[in-house]
């Protein structure tokens, strides 16, 4: 279940990765011996990363699923959101630098709407409906993005990206080169 943080942490995919923008299904009861493995085994990637949120597509499952947590002072506040769709968002928007786990190490300012209404389903299966501002706004957005294949970067300009991207190949370049 969520609650067992001590599983093993799932390997997570780094950009450019095919799996990163492939767009993920929907979630079914058929998948729910599958989500009861891979749930614990995300927390605790994520966790060990460490990040605030982590979405299916990353660990190379093709499922609309996410995990996030932004505990402050060390108090932790697991969130699965299953199936999540987003019902509303504001028309102000929120700037924020943000940063993924399949790009570490690389951050850009990303403009998305302020406040939202997203509609999904929890561990359990039950509907829930949340309306978030700050970072819980810009997370799940995130989130929610690399469920259809978007990373943030896909949100600024192409000659950021560009840079982003090549920097990020040089890094693993450089870390593949360091273990071999
Ligand atoms: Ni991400």
Known sequence: MTENYEAAPIPILIAPHPLLKARARKVIAADADAMRVLIPRMF?????????GLAAPQVGVGLRMAVIDLATNDIRAPLVIVNPEIMAASADLRVHEEGCLSLPHQFADVSRPARIKVRFEDAQGVRQEIEADGLLATCLQHEIDHLDGILFVDHISALKRNMIMRKLAKEQRIKAGDKA
């Open 44 to 52: 605790a990637a994520m966790y060990h990363a460490p990040g605030i």
